[in-house]
């Protein structure tokens, strides 16, 4: 499910909010609202049947003041360029926001994976390394996984590069298998720092998450590792949703037990004891946390009306639209914003392009402590920049963080070319 709005649009609305709270001049903030390049491709690649069948591909590099390029790949039928050109924006914020030392760029194919063999898709996925190969590079621009992808085609993006520049340069991508060079953490630490950044604001708030129930839309691996570690703080699980249907529980759904369910069937649909809900249902259900773990803009002005949680964490990038998110500020609802809830995906990739480039591995234990500080250190900033500079919405003090963090790069580069 996602919503209508343009998400271009939503990022260059929510720069303009927090271009009122910075000084810096407009001239430069207008080189923050468009990417510096879009590569646009058709890949074409055979069928299983031995036609040949062609997928627009996109790469957008938006920023690389702070350091290479860096953001995921997405494989879905709905793939725009003005989405991932959105998408790669936020990228460089959430950087900032983290400061990680990456730019920001993103790239999606469009196609329905479910409708390709894996044969298909490895054909697919060297097609578009080999698109990207003069634009990529440990130092240049470093891809990673996103929606409908993950190790396997990060393995596939590794191995075609390599082969191509005679080579070994594990850290050209990032979100690896581990015996391909991947970093121990890297699978869960989106829905890790997403819950993470929940948990701090639940404690700044003064609640408590004892007793506290959620509700998490999207079972893909964000979703899914966000209702598992939500559920192992004893926070109580009561409603998750994939994008054909949603399932609600009030006395608690088992988050490994749903996952086996949709593995086996496909879906959540049809879990042992829970009745069927919609995706606005899920998004408006009584509960304390709310977890949007799926695509773009699914809170738009009318639901937010409706938004009963008292704080929403958001592992998604772009959930909720500019207008909704005034409305929320209205109600009292905190949303910790995406560029900083999500950021513990590119967080683990910049300590795994780390290893790569050391040739050395860090036990789970290190990346996940190191991930917690990043987070912990980064909300701190974000509640820092709202009280002293009396911001409203928190999503408004991230962009003033993340705008002020680039400019400076820029500038003090001598703002060349
Ligand atoms: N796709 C993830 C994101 O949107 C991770 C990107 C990365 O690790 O480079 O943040």
Not at 205 to 232: C, F, H, M, P
Not at 290 to 302: H, K, R
Request: proline content about 4%; overall charge negative; charged content about 25%.
């Amino acid at each position: 499910m996602t919503g209508s709005a343009n998400p271009l649009e939503s990022l260059q609305t929510q720069l303009d909010e927090a271009s009122r709270h910075v000084e810096v001049a407009d001239d430069v903030l207008e080189r923050l609202r468009h990417p510096k390049r879009v590569l646009e491709s058709n890949l074409v690649i055979e069928r299983d049947g031995g036609t040949l069948e062609r997928f627009r591909a996109y790469r957008s590099q938006f920023n690389g003041d702070r350091g290479p390029y860096k953001g995921g790949i997405r494989y879905h039928p709905a793939v725009s360029r003005d989405e991932v050109v959105a998408l790669s924006g936020w990228m460089a914020y959430k950087c900032a926001v983290v400061d990680v030392p990456f730019g920001g760029a993103k790239s999606g194919i469009a196609v329905d994976p479910d409708a390709l063999s894996a044969a298909e898709l490895e054909r697919l996925t060297r097609a578009y390394a080999t698109e990207l190969r003069p634009l990529i590079g440990e130092d240049r621009d470093v891809p990673a996984p996103d929606v409908n992808t993950g190790p396997r085609e990060m393995n596939w993006l590794k191995d075609t590069y390599e082969t191509l520049e005679r080579t070994t340069a594990p850290g050209v991508v990032t979100g690896k298998s581990l015996e391909s060079g991947g970093s121990e953490g890297r699978v869960e630490a989106t829905g890790r720092s997403t819950v993470v950044a929940a948990r701090e604001a639940t404690a700044y708030l003064g609640r408590s998450l004892d007793g506290a129930t959620a509700a998490v839309q999207g079972y893909g691996n964000a979703g899914w590792i966000s209702a598992k570690l939500l559920d192992e703080m004893g926070v109580t699980v009561v409603a998750v949703s994939d994008s054909d249907s949603g399932i609600v529980d009030r006395d608690g759904l088992d988050p490994a037990e749903v996952k086996a369910h949709k593995d086996a069937t496909g879906n959540v649909l049809g879990y042992d004891g829970s009745d069927a809900c919609t995706n606005e249902e899920l998004l408006t259900l009584d509960v304390d946390l709310l977890i949007p773990a799926a695509l773009e803009s699914v809170i738009d002005a009318t639901l937010a009306r409706d938004v009963s949680a008292n704080i929403i964490s958001e592992a998604a990038n772009g959930p909720i639209t500019p207008d909704a998110d005034a409305i929320l500020a209205e109600n009292d609802v905190f949303v910790v914003p995406d560029i900083l809830a999500n950021a513990g995906g590119v967080t683990v990739s910049y300590f795994e392009w780390v290893q790569n480039r050391q040739r050395v591995s860090w036990s789970e234990d290190r990346v996940n402590e190191q991930l917690e500080a990043v987070i912990v250190d980064a909300f701190d900033s974000l509640c820092r920049t709202v009280e002293e500079r009396n911001i409203e919405i928190p999503r408004t003090a991230a962009y003033v963080l993340a705008i002020e963090r680039i400019d400076r790069a820029y500038e003090q580069g001598g703002r060349w070319p």
